[in-house]
């Protein structure tokens, strides 16, 4: 400890001669040596302080294959006993996880169920993707590897990122710079989602104008080449305290010359201190000398200035708490475009990076740190742990003068390269559509080097070489899928898409993968996979079915796809066929194992929350029923969500949901009635309750504005297609009566409907409703609004079924009775109106009208509809004309008697009315009606005889002159 | 210099190019008169770092790697096709490289629907061939064929308004680099020849809207490096043209008369709306007729500029500005008024009553001239 103050004094002296020189240089350039020697000392200072730190500082840069090579270097050198590294710290369990993955993949921190935060932030992620070509890849696999090394990560937990994250306070705005927009870019670019992205070694000017300068002045287009150009190929080789040291100076120079942003500069002086109280934490409690650690941290928080900083800083940072939230960890698949995307890289600056970093090793032949069994690598014999003993830091010379001062090495590309590269872009976009011929490549080959002489380059870079083959191969239009701007990225290593591996998965996702072992498909593999399953012959495979059909449900569009076989309500296929791209969309399904262990719990936490939503319909909570009997087993949740859609309809005051509602509740009925031995408790109270609900809302929905026919006719669809069942079940008709009765409708699309109903119900005829549309016809004020009525008719057809053939004549008897001056500014309504609002029962109508329209053109003329012969061809049917048919040919009668065994022989015709008859039979009739009436006298004698025999003898005077006068005197 | 209306590049920045050239010590290639990065830097202008004694101004606003790409090729064996939108600065660009390269930017072809082979190779004086027969005196060289004696850059402007087999004439000249005239007797001194001399090259524009039209053959694709010159988007970028375009034209016209910033920044502002409301619009009905390109915006400036200067009080005001704004964008009788309208309604007046300064005025004046329109 006591060295301390020695090695600082030796580094303060060794800078001295750098001191001098900016000094003077602040005096020339500058009016007033104040601000710029400020600046440029404070730049030294700052570069002084981290050198004599008695914990060694590696400071690194994101993607940068410089470092990864120089901390690779370092580590062979230095073996510290403990590497702190700056990363989240609770990322800390997932790392040793990464040698099951194809790197790149991501860490990521995932929280839905937030607790502390706004709702509105849920779900919270944040990712740190991972890159072989880092230096933190590098420490990771060291420390991982070699026993007795520990490996600490000190940066805040990912709770802290939120919590300390004010941006999100900023309404409506997103989350910065580090948000990749899902959505946004090709699908690789999308990879991580919407999560907040943390990285090490963040290294970019956040002084605008600073930015725009260097690139201007490096004739550079991107941050990415100008720091490939001017930091990346310089320090490719230079030697450990040179590399410590420009890093210290650059993260010095851009933290200095850091205006503005105050809120990102407390979350970066805040990030320092709780990282170097962790450090301070961990150095006391374990004992560690510090001469034996590395820390590993950004080259921008290396330049800190808090108070905290050291080993023997101020220990006034009190760590907050974490809040309540549950965070899952996880790995996910990542690639070179999607960390482009996110931070803000030039595309392909992640690619060339990996190539430079494969290009180093074999120059340099140092050799890497690689976590044993790392998927995707070859194998390697495992590291000894070279006991070697640590090196002390050793007094800080002065290398920084030495490299400012030399002129920069400048990029290493060879001329055989160059020429490979030309063939190698010109065969590729070919390949592609281009024209592209060996002219080609030789233009590329000499613009490439034009190109680099007029941006002071000795040599071509990449992004000159891209610039160059642009220019010479891309003409007006792109023939194929890609363009060459592409092909030079995938040229230059192309984009690389991590994977995770199976041991890394979550549960869940292993749950998954071994459900569909069956399949025999490599679905870890990107791609799309056809998956045949015949049911009929391997009934083995319906499990792997169901999986299917639930991945279908909760996955996002494309990852599992059924190319054939359906799966409704009571409906199974024997044979399905499935396009199946699970290893493309690792990150849905690895992020679905974060919602629970397996795909049932996931499903059905997902329709539980979609049906005790706070928005949610009774349409909604029918879908959810739908689903579950669909994908779950049993009748446990079902019957639970049938009584919260109980609950839901209830408490509905619109009928906006009826079509929809009317669709399920006929679906679930049709299936419980085929396959259940009796109803469920709620589906019969569910139609109960609907009987009544929309008995009461169908006056209200008639006259409402907002209620749409469709709407009207979905709820009188419910109350008389469930009519019978919910009478069966205690409802009440007159309810329904009632509420036609009360229905009085002013849209014509309505009042058709009211009709409707009303001859449904039996207190309209079919003639009167005929004669209320030919009023309106033949009202030259309603016409315009003939075709709502017919809209109306059409939508009646759903409740009404029968009344197709009055619709069809509705229709037919507008187009024969209206002069084409009004109907042909009417046909486009009609059309309009009907395809907008009656699409679906169209087919219906079109039905029902070739049933009575003649089939065949020649018979058209002949053709009388029968709405108009009906009164010609059906004549009062009377009930004798039988009768006297039988009498007049009694032969038939008798052979029928004869038949049936009857010999009584012919009555005589009854010529008496009949209920003439009956009276004598029963005179207590008569009797009763005599005393009602007063009579007192005795019943006549039977009436055998004739009318008149009764008449004599009432009246004896008159057949005495009867008599007298057939005698004669 | 004062009596041309419009002075070709070469003649407008000839002391600045004279300097270029006498400070230039960089190799040029074939017979440049500037090397590659001296035309960049006489087109994109100078900085403080570039260490110069004094400052050359920027000509042309857009990406520095278009430039770079299009010297390149210049410098190469292709010729340069500069494709884009209409007012996208193509034949500015197309001019300027060729004044700084050879100092000749004249020898254009115009390309139209009419242009027939001999504007691209040669034709005859018919009354020389009569009296004299035919010879090198009596024939008479396309700008092409003078660029290839001379060993300059020859330029083609809207090489897709040509047809494709006039089009095509182009194809031999760029590989082979020689045109033959059949016509004239050879007695083995190659006189029926006429050979490029190096530094020939050409540079065609054509406009991307075009396309389909007379689309270019393969074989000519192949011979031309293709660089698209994009649309401006940048506002920075735009303000930048606009006040350069109007500060020349003031010049031509040899008006002193000062555009005040903020009327910048009121036009900038309103061809911006105009634009996204545009993009919004369903059908054509709802947007302007005008592309609303920066060219249209000079040309408002330019109009605004010279009523005031000659009508009124020899300032522009935000009144006369919107006039000239009306009445250059108003195209079609009800549609384009109603749109103006509602702009000037739905946009103009709540932003002059939340920001004032020009906007009142300006609402004031595109009143009027609505009302004097309708």
Redesign the interface.
């Known amino acids: 400890m006591s060295k301390v103050p020695e090695s600082r004094a030796a580094a303060a002296t060794s800078f001295a001669s750098l001191r001098g020189q900016l000094h003077e240089a602040a005096d020339r350039f500058a009016d007033g040596p104040e601000a710029l020697e400020g600046i440029l000392l404070g730049m030294v200072d700052d570069v002084d302080r981290a050198v004599g730190e008695p914990l060694e500082i590696f400071p690194v840069c994101h993607h940068s294959p410089a470092s990864a090579l120089a901390m690779a270097r370092r580590l062979r050198e230095k073996q510290p006993k403990v590497v702190y590294l700056e990363l989240c710290e609770d990322m800390a369990p997932l790392l040793t996880e990464l040698r099951n993955c194809r790197l790149p993949v991501a860490v990521q921190a995932f929280a839905s169920e937030i607790d502390g935060f706004p709702a509105e932030w849920a779900p919270l992620s944040v990712v740190a993707p991972i890159t072989e070509a880092s230096a933190e890849y590098q420490a990771i696999a060291y420390a991982l590897d070699t026993p007795g090394v520990e490996l600490v990560l000190v940066d805040r937990s990912c709770d802290h990122v939120f919590q300390w994250d004010a941006r999100h306070e900023q309404a409506g705005e997103s989350t910065g710079d580090d948000t990749a927009g899902p959505g946004t870019g090709p699908v690789e670019a999308a990879l991580h989602g919407e999560a907040v992205g943390v990285e090490i070694g963040d290294l970019r000017p956040r002084f605008a104008e600073l930015e725009e300068h260097l690139l ?2 490096g ?1 550079v ?1 991107h941050w990415s080449e100008w720091w490939h150009q001017y930091v990346e190929i310089p320090l490719g080789d230079s030697d450990h305290d040179t590399y410590r040291q420009v890093m210290f100076l650059i993260g010095s120079l851009f933290r200095r010359l850091a205006p503005g942003d105050g809120e990102r500069v407390r979350v970066d002086e805040d990030r320092e201190r709780y990282m170097w109280t962790r450090m301070r934490e961990h150095l006391t409690t374990t004992g560690t000398d510090p001469a034996d650690c590395l820390y590993v941290c950004g080259a921008f928080h290396a330049a800190s200035r808090v108070e905290e900083f050291g080993v023997h800083g101020a220990d006034s940072f009190t760590i907050s708490p974490r809040t309540d939230t549950r965070w899952q960890y996880g790995l996910i698949p990542s690639s070179h475009a999607a960390i482009e995307a996110q931070f803000g890289l030039a595309s392909g600056s992640v690619s060339i990076a990996a190539t430079q970093w494969a290009k180093n090793l074999k120059r340099t032949r140092v050799k890497p740190y690689r976590l044993q069994g790392q998927a995707g690598t070859k194998k390697e014999r495992p590291t000894k742990a070279a006991a070697r003993a640590a090196v002390a830091p050793a007094a800080a010379e002065d290398q920084l003068s030495g490299f400012l001062s030399r002129p920069p090495v400048l990029d290493t590309l060879d001329e055989a390269e160059l020429l490979g590269w030309s063939v190698d872009i010109t065969r590729a976009a070919r390949r592609n559509g281009y ?1 592209a ?1 060996t ?2 490549a030789i ?1 590329v080959f ?2 490439s080097i ?2 680099a ?3 002071d380059r000795a040599k071509p870079t990449p992004y000159d070489f891209q ?2 083959a ?3 191969i ?3 239009t792109v023939p194929g899928r890609r363009d060459v701007h592409r092909l030079v990225e995938i040229m230059m290593g192309g984009d690389r898409i991590g994977q995770v591996g199976y041991d890394a998965l979550p549960p869940l996702a292993r749950d998954v993968h071994d459900r569909l072992a069956p399949l025999e498909l490599n679905l870890q593999q990107r791609g799309v996979r056809r998956a045949l399953l015949d049911m009929a012959s391997h009934p083995e495979l319906r499990a792997c079915s169901d999986v299917l059909w639930m991945l279908r449900r909760l996955m996002p569009a494309g990852a599992a796809r059924p190319i054939m076989g359906e799966r409704r309500l009571g409906e199974r296929s024997i044979q399905e066929s499935w396009d199946l791209s699970l290893g493309t969309h690792q990150r849905a399904l690895i992020e679905l194992g974060y919602e629970g262990v397996s795909l049932e719990q996931v499903l059905e936490q997902r329709l539980r929350r979609a049906a005790y939503g706070p928005q949610a319909t009774t349409a909604d909570v029918l879908a959810a029923i739908e689903d579950a009997t669909l994908h779950l087993a049993g009748r446990r949740l079902p019957d639970e969500l049938g009584t919260r859609a109980l609950e839901v309809l209830a408490a509905e005051r619109t009928v906006d949901g009826a079509p929809e509602v009317l669709r399920r509740v006929r679906g679930l009925l049709a299936y419980y009635r085929t396959h259940e031995p009796v109803l469920p408790l709620w589906i019969e109270s569910f139609v109960k309750a609907g009987y009544a609900h929309y008995c009461t809302l169908l006056p209200m929905a008639f006259t409402d504005e907002d209620a749409t026919a469709r709407q009207v006719a979905a709820m009188l669809g419910f109350l008389f297609s469930m009519e019978s069942l919910a009478l069966s079940l205690g409802c009440d008709r007159t309810q329904l009566e009632l509420a036609v009765a009360q229905s009085h409708p002013q849209d014509p699309a309505k009042t058709a409907l009211l009709w409707a109903a009303q001859v449904q119900l039996g207190t309209l005829s079919r003639e009167q409703l005929r004669s209320r549309c030919d009023e309106l016809l033949a009202n030259p004020l309603v016409v315009p609004s003939y075709p709502h009525y017919l809209s109306g008719f059409v939508h009646a057809l759903e409740p009404v079924p029968g009344l197709a053939d009055m619709v069809v004549e509705a229709v037919s008897n507008a187009f024969g009775r209206l002069p084409d001056a009004v109907l042909l500014p009417w046909l486009p309504v009609l059309i309009t109106t009907l395809r907008s609002d009656a699409a679906e029962l169209a087919p219906l109508l079109v039905r029902e009208a070739g049933r009575i329209f003649p089939a065949r053109l020649a018979a058209l003329d002949a053709w009388v509809p029968p709405w108009r012969q009906r009164p010609a061809e059906a004549p009062a049917v009377r009930a004798t004309d039988g009768v006297s048919l039988l009498s007049a040919h009694p032969a038939t009668c008798d052979a029928l008697a004869e038949l049936l065994g009857c010999t009584d022989g012919w009555a005589p015709a009854d010529t008496q009315p009949r209920g003439v008859s009956l009276l004598p039979a029963h005179p207590a009739t008569c009797d009763v009606l005599a005393e009602l009436l007063g009579c007192d006298a005795p019943w006549a004698p039977a009436a055998r005889t004739p009318g008149t025999a009764t008449l004599m003898a009432r009246h004896p005077a008159t057949a005495q002159a009867l008599a007298a006068l057939l005698t004669g005197p | 210099m004062s009596d041309l209306l419009r002075a070709p590049a070469e003649i407008k920045y000839a002391e600045e190019l004279d300097w270029l050239e006498s400070i230039d010590d960089d190799p040029k290639p074939f017979s440049w008169r500037l090397s590659p990065k001296m035309v960049r830097l006489f087109i994109l202008g100078s900085e403080r770092a570039d260490g110069l004694d004094r400052e050359v101004s920027q000509k042309w606003f857009g990406d520095r790697s278009f430039v770079e790409r299009s010297i390149v090729t210049l410098a190469s064996d292709r010729g340069l096709l500069l494709i884009g939108d209409p007012g996208t600065g193509k034949s500015w660009l197309a001019e300027l490289l060729s004044a700084a390269i050879c100092r000749n930017s004249t020898l254009v072809v115009q390309g139209t629907a009419g242009t027939t082979e001999d504007h691209i190779k040669y034709s005859w004086n018919v009354s020389m061939v009569i009296a004299k027969g035919q010879s090198r005196e009596s024939m008479i060289p396309s700008p092409i064929m003078t660029a290839m004696e001379a060993g300059v850059i020859g330029r083609f402007e809207e090489l897709t308004r040509s047809t494709s087999d006039v089009q095509d004439a182009l194809i031999s000249i760029l590989s082979e680099k020689y045109i033959s005239v059949p016509e004239l007797q050879s007695d083995g001194d190659g006189d029926n020849i006429v050979f490029a001399k190096p530094g020939f090259s050409v540079i065609a524009t054509a406009n991307s809207r075009d396309r389909g039209v007379n689309d270019l053959s393969s074989a000519l694709k192949r011979r031309f490096n293709f660089v698209r010159i994009p649309v401006v988007t940048n506002k920075k970028s735009e303000a930048e043209i606009v006040r350069f375009r109007t500060e020349e034209l003031l010049r031509r016209h040899q008006i002193e008369l000062e555009v005040p910033p903020t009327l910048l920044d009121v036009l900038l502002q309103s061809f911006a709306d105009l634009r996204a409301s545009a993009a919004a619009a369903g059908s054509d009905d709802e947007k302007l007729e005008s592309a609303l390109s920066t060219a249209e915006q000079i040309g408002v400036l330019e109009d605004a500029v010279l009523h005031s200067n000659f009508f009124g009080e020899s300032t522009l005001t935000a009144r006369n500005l919107a006039a000239s704004l009306v009445g250059s964008l108003a195209r079609r009788e009800p549609e384009d008024l109603a749109i103006l309208n509602k702009y000037l309604h739905g946009v103009v007046e709540p932003r002059g009553k939340e920001e004032g300064g020009s906007w009142p005025e300006f609402l004031e004046g595109g009143r009027e001239a609505i009302a004097k329109l309708s």
């Open positions: 201007r002045h004739k287009r024209l011929s002219a080609d233009a000499e613009t034009l190109l002489g007029m941006r610039d160059a642009i220019t010479c891309e003409k007006d």
